[in-house]
Each structure stands twice: as C-alpha cells, then as structure tokens.
C-alpha cells in the first residue's frame, strides 16, 4: 500500500501545484513572471503563496452579500490552522500551500494578517487617509514579500524593511490602478484627505474627470509610491543579494508610475490599461543585473 500511496500524494501534489500556476498566470500576471526568475526549489511554493494571495482578493468582488464573503475568509482561515496541524482541506491551493509551509517552514502570523486585512475590507470603506491605505497594504502585500523571503532562506531585519516599503508602493499602485473600474462602478476608494486637499469629489472620479485637481490627487498618491520604492532602495547595500529576487516585482511598478508620468497623471489614459509587453524583458534584463 505505501507505493500506492505515495503516488498517489505525488500525484495531488503535483495537480495542485499545476493549479497554482495557472491561477496565478490568469490573474496576477506580473506575479506569475516574477515567480518564473526565482530560484527553482521556491518556485512552487511562491505560486502557491500568489494563489492564495488571488484567492483572497477575489472574494470581495465575487460574492453577493458581505456574510458571503465573510464565510469564505472564514474558510482561509480555518485551512491555515489546518495546514499547520498538518491536516490541509482537500483545496489545491491548501494542498500546495501545505507544501510549502512543510519545506520551508513558513511563519503562520503572515497568513494570518493577509486574511484578516481582506476580511475588514469586504467593507467598501473608503481610505480615510494615505495611511490607512499604508497599512492595508503592510497586511497584504508586505506581508507576502515576508513569506517570498521565507521560501528563499532569507531571515534578515533589512530585508525586511524592504519588503515593508515595497509592499506599500504596490498596494498604492493597485489602489490607483483600480481607479477606472471601481469608477465605472460607481466607488471611489482613494485616500480621502488627498482628495479634499485637491477639492476633488468622489462623483470627478466617476465621471472620468481630466481637470488639474484630480490629475493632483494622482500625482500625490503616486508620490508616496514613489518614495517608498525609494526608501527600499537604500537598503540595497546592506542586505544579502540573495533576497533581490523576492523584489523583483518593482520593475513592473517602476512601469506603472513611468506610464502615469508620461500620462500626465490621467489615471483613465488608455496606456495604463495596456500590458505592458516589455515586462518579460525587463525582469530578466534586472535580473541579470542582481538588483531591484
């Protein structure tokens, strides 16, 4: 019997696996080419790491009623506690996930504040401030860059930092890149003390505005971006090379601030809904210069 079943836990292994990777190309695309440059024995577990990370993003806008929403948070929570008593819900992603906490001994508080920071936004309250925005993004996407750093052995308080600023120029960076669809959908969940400084209403937003003061909302809250990238730069010198390719995402976010730049800062400029086609590129391109 015991062949039989380790073939068979290969098997699911490998089908979960297989599912990860596609879920993650689907829809985190720029996820997906990062993960392709890290070293092979963490790629797996990346994108089991990015597909829970989707998993959880997707809720808020494909449930109905936020109790809905709640029950599927609920769900993540629980086969967290179970893929570390070693017992993962029959789910691929649970599966890989289960995995990936195996080999590398992933830290559960990290999943943890993922969880909880997508269930307080199933809300749609908006941002009161850029540092409400600030934190969301510390709890989801910093908190991703500090399991990435897990799986590559990387244990180090600079590192970290890093992570931290960089997390939150890509949380900032989504939540403007979000702009025009929660637009047409009638929301508006930009930082709003930037928008009163600027006399900017929500209804400017909806209705596509070009004016100066929305453009200077933009600008503002790119700024903060900007400097956080900045500020994760500065500990290049000081924290081990290895760790560069779990940052390897602030190529596609220099891109994005680049484009809005060139875009005047019109956050509707049809340039910032394009792909960029250059991206595989460029990370290699980065990559090969051992930076970030």
Known sequence: ?????????????????????????????????????????????VFALRALNVELSQVKDSVSQKSLGLMRMQFWRDAVQDIYKETPPHHPVALALSQAVQRHRL???????????????LDDRTYR??????????????SLLYLILETLGIKDVQADHAASHIGKAQGIITCMRAVPYHSSRRQVFLPIDICMLHRASQEDFIRGSLEKNVKDVIFDI??????????ARSFKKRIPKSAFPAFNITVALDWHLKTLRKADFNIFHPSLQRKNTLLPLSLYVRSWKQSY
Request: one cysteine or more.
């Open 1 to 45: 019997w015991a062949p039989v079943c380790r073939d068979n836990t290969r098997r699911n292994s490998g089908q979960a696996a297989g599912y990860c990777v596609e879920l993650v190309r689907k829809r985190d695309y720029e996820g997906f080419l990062c993960t392709l440059l890290l070293p092979q024995e963490s790629q797996n577990s």
């Open 129 to 142: 401030n850029i540092q409400e925005l600030e934190t969301y993004a510390e709890n989801t996407q910093s």
């Open 222 to 231: 790119a700024s903060q971006a900007h400097v956080h990238l900045e500020h």
């Open 107 to 121: 830290t559960k508080r990290w999943f943890m504040r993922m969880i909880d920071a997508r269930e307080q936004n």
